[in-house]
């Protein structure tokens, strides 16, 4: 089994100062799928209502927040990054960002961004002078 020695350091860190160490991490996976992208965030216990999505231009940026314990209890183990998440992602001019839709399901944050119609192959039909008719090619 291997280990982070600096785990140990940063949780110390967090432990003395009340902050955590290292910047929350928003995890993502993305994929092509036929004509769309797809991607991917792990956030397991985030309320669904804190999740905000913004398009501007061509960059996305997702923002979501888990509630950082408060009260009298004391903390024994808390490994789990809690506090503002975020993450930007620049979509190609290729991509259609009046069409995204979003799912939040079993804490994760799945987005589908269609490939724009302008950036799908087409055929274009060619006319010649002395047939009317089009040749598709």
Avoid: C
């Avoid at 993502?28 to 036929?34: E, I, K, L, T």
């Avoid at 589908?112 to 060619?126: C, D, G, H, L, S």
């Amino acid at each position: 089994m291997r280990t982070d020695p600096f785990r140990e350091l940063d949780r110390l860190t967090q432990q003395v100062l009340g902050t955590t160490a290292r910047p929350a991490l928003m995890a993502m996976d993305a994929w092509r799928s036929g004509e769309e992208f797809v991607v991917e965030f792990d956030l397991p216990g985030v309320d669904p209502s804190s999740i905000e999505l913004d398009v501007q231009r061509n960059v996305l940026s997702v923002r979501a927040q888990r509630p950082v314990h408060e009260g009298t209890a004391e903390m024994v183990a808390a490994e789990r990054p809690r506090g503002v998440f975020s993450r930007q992602l620049i979509l190609g001019d290729n991509l259609d960002t009046e069409r995204i839709t979003a799912n939040y399901q079993a804490g994760v944050l799945a987005l589908r961004v269609p490939v724009a119609e302008k950036a799908k192959p087409r055929r274009i039909a060619v006319e010649t002078a002395e047939q009317p008719q089009a040749i598709s090619t």
